[in-house]
């Protein structure tokens, strides 16, 4: 079992949808999640960071905790085309490094 | 500009012909990190290092090899390359591993016949 699952979709939705992206994970030492946006071509890059359960706020973007059952969310409100990427949860593990699901790819067309 | 260049974004190699690929930042970040990026599988650590002269094996070391002579610097080598090092691959670097937000490259996509 991977340390973090994420269904890989593609997601598609209209633009101006409201988006829902979810992970779970297993290891009960994670404490920290991240949420990265992967354009096409291009290397992730840090979308949103939060620690605790509950839910952060940025923009259109939301990120919500429930380490209860160990799932992670993104929100995104009012989705547009630049939005179409692939969306990578994380989280570290020690110091020395991240781990990643494997990526949601989300379409979202105007 | 604070960013990670990875050189080259494109690589066709044969099997077994040594190549490198190399990695630079200008945010003088302690950590250094590479990860390979395969469909289905993720990203996957390969190999770390905390400073300089100090490097540690990821998730899937096997194959390769690194070296952190100088801070910015973080070369990954393939000593014989083979096809299943067929992959897309990424130099990231960050503060201080951990939590601290992880800063890439734009990729090199490798692909060994």
């Known amino acids: 079992q991977k340390e973090v699952e994420q269904d890989p979709g593609p997601l598609s939705v209209p633009e101006g949808a409201i988006v829902s992206l979810n992970c779970t994970y297993s290891?009960?030492?994670?404490?920290?999640f991240m949420w990265y946006r992967q354009y096409s071509r291009k290397g992730p890059e840090l979308l949103m960071y939060?620690?605790?359960?509950g839910n952060k706020e940025d923009g259109r973007f939301t990120a919500q905790v429930d380490k209860s059952s160990k799932y992670i969310s993104l929100f995104i409100r009012d989705s547009q085309p630049s939005d179409s990427a692939t969306y990578l949860c994380a989280s570290p593990l020690g110091f020395q490094k991240l781990v990643f699901g494997t990526g949601t790819r989300l379409l979202v067309s105007p | 500009e604070a960013q990670v260049t990875q050189n080259p974004r494109y690589l066709i190699t044969v099997t077994g012909k040594k190549l490198t690929v190399t990695c630079s930042q200008n945010m003088n970040h302690e950590y250094m990190s590479w990860y390979r990026q395969d469909p289905g599988l993720g990203l996957r650590q390969i190999y770390y290092s905390m400073n300089v002269e100090v490097t540690d094996k990821g998730d899937v070391p096997e194959g390769y090899k690194v070296s952190r002579k100088e801070k910015r610097n973080f070369p990954l080598i393939l000593e014989s390359p083979s096809p299943n090092q067929t992959s897309l691959y990424f130099c990231?670097?960050?503060?201080?591993?951990?939590?601290?937000?992880?800063?890439f490259g734009n990729g090199t996509r490798l692909t060994v016949t």
């Open positions: 290891n009960s030492a994670f404490q920290y």
């Open positions: 990231a670097s960050s503060l201080g591993g951990g939590n601290s937000p992880l800063h």
């Open positions: 939060t620690y605790s359960s």
